[in-house]
């Protein structure tokens, strides 16, 4: 029961202790509710931030991805081949387990962006393990790992036969692997600069090919080409600039260093040759036109050690001194290069004859025809001292000789019998 004065609860039988006092007034007993009184609202604040520790571990984590990487990469790599000869797991591994590190990486950073007071941090961080696993990645491709000892080479080995003698077996193991190392070092030097065309097609006739075998091989033939087409490439860079004389200079050093004969130093002669021939009568005539005959002799004399062909220089250096320059000429380079049909198709049969017999006149032949006698007489350059009856043909050289059976071809098809001349 209550007291009715204060409401405080009293034990049956018993007496308020309130009653003391008289001038207490009873209390009104509100009666009681059965409704849940609502707990009180209290203020909702922010968590603690954790976002440091994220941050920390963020960078802990970019920081171990890269220092991994390197380890696994490059220090540990062919020990734990050797030890373990699990290549192929062993190069997955190399990039597996930093890529881990960096993905961890990755999320702590994202996670600590919600903790404003170091989103920028948080953001470097992001960056850093983006671009750690970029570069990983990057290596896997573009430098993939290659071990230098692999167990599973060596087991599948064909196994020699037990009956042949050891010492046989480990020649020619020897052999193999000096014939491969020369190889490589040949090439390694060739690339380095150390070696030239000639130098290094030596090495290589010092290697036993039938010793090479399979991609070894392969090699050495790419090589050989490779060798080809960088001496092709070298000429053809030196003839755009009409460097003729490097490029007849080089061909003729090859040619007294190399042992027998070269296809391909055969080749850019053929192909050079008649133009460096062709470049000298044009520059000769030009320093002989412009009063510096002196220097155009001097120049032809420096060609002739150059050129197979000597006897076409010699040509033009008597033309030279014998101030001809061209213009007294019906074809003044016939002695120096091939001629074409569009060289002579605008030529009448009269000045097919006359050319033709012109190559002859230039090597001193006098002819039984008037009118040709005449002709050449009225040429500055003309020295008529051989009798037709003497002449011989071995003095022509092979662009003289090949030019003259054109030109009668030409002839004679013209007319039948071809040009008839005055022989009186």
């Known amino acids: 029961m209550y007291c009715k004065y204060c409401g405080k609860p009293v034990p049956d039988g018993r007496t308020c202790s309130c009653r003391q006092n008289q001038n207490t007034e009873p209390v009104k007993m509100q009666p009681q509710s059965n409704q849940k009184r609502k707990p009180p609202?209290?203020?909702k604040r922010p968590p603690k931030s954790n976002g440091k520790g994220l941050l920390i571990g963020a960078f802990a984590c970019s920081v171990w991805m890269v220092l991994l990487f390197l380890l696994l990469r490059f220090v540990f790599a062919d020990a734990a081949i050797r030890a373990f000869g699990a290549d192929g797991i062993y190069s997955y591994v190399i990039y597996v387990l930093p890529l881990t590190l960096g993905v961890i990486g990755l999320l702590l950073g994202i996670f600590a962006v919600w903790d404003r007071t170091i989103r920028t941090a948080s953001i470097v961080a992001i960056l850093?393990?983006?671009?750690?696993?970029?570069?990983?990645v990057g290596a896997m491709i573009f430098l993939p790992y290659e071990p230098e000892i692999s167990s599973r080479a060596e087991e599948d080995e064909p196994k020699e036969d037990a009956s042949a003698p050891q010492d046989s077996k480990e020649k020619k193991g020897e052999e193999v692997s000096e014939e491969t190392t020369a190889l490589n070092e040949v090439m390694k030097q060739y690339k380095a600069g150390n070696l030239d065309y000639i130098q290094a097609k030596e090495s290589l006739d010092e290697i036993n090919e039938e010793d090479l075998e399979g991609e070894e091989a392969e090699k050495l033939l790419n090589f050989q080409d490779e060798l080809e087409m960088d001496l092709k490439v070298q000429m053809s860079h030196l003839a755009e600039i009409s460097d003729y004389k490097t490029i007849m200079e080089n061909l003729r050093n090859m040619e007294t260093?190399?042992?027998?004969?070269?296809?391909?130093?055969?080749?850019?002669?053929?192909?050079?040759?008649?133009?460096?021939?062709?470049y000298l009568d044009?520059?000769?005539?030009?320093?002989?036109?412009?009063?510096?005959?002196?220097?155009?002799?001097s120049m032809l004399e420096e060609a002739k050690p150059l050129v197979d062909d000597s006897q076409a220089v010699t040509a033009l250096i008597l033309d030279i001194q014998s101030g001809v320059t061209g213009g007294d000429y019906i074809l003044p380079d016939s002695n120096s290069r091939y001629l074409t049909e569009s060289d002579i198709q605008y030529l009448s049969i009269r000045e097919i004859n006359y050319a033709k017999n012109e190559i002859y006149a230039r090597h001193g032949?006098?002819?039984?025809?008037?009118?040709?006698?005449?002709?050449?007489?009225?040429?500055?350059?003309?020295?008529?001292?051989?009798?037709?009856s003497d002449f011989q043909q071995s003095v022509l050289n092979d662009y003289e000789k090949k030019n003259a059976e054109l030109l009668s071809k030409?002839?004679?098809s013209m007319e039948s019998g071809g040009y008839k001349l005055d022989v009186n």
């Open 41 to 43: 609202v209290s203020e």
């Open 128 to 136: 850093v393990s983006v671009l750690g696993m970029s570069g990983i």
């Open 257 to 278: 260093a190399v042992q027998g004969s070269d296809e391909v130093l055969t080749d850019l002669r053929e192909t050079y040759e008649p133009e460096y021939i062709l």
């Open 282 to 297: 044009t520059e000769s005539r030009k320093l002989a036109e412009a009063g510096q005959s002196k220097e155009a002799v």
């Open 365 to 388: 032949r006098r002819f039984q025809s008037q009118e040709l006698q005449n002709y050449f007489n009225s040429k500055s350059w003309y020295r008529g001292t051989i009798e037709p």
């Open 410 to 412: 030409r002839e004679f």
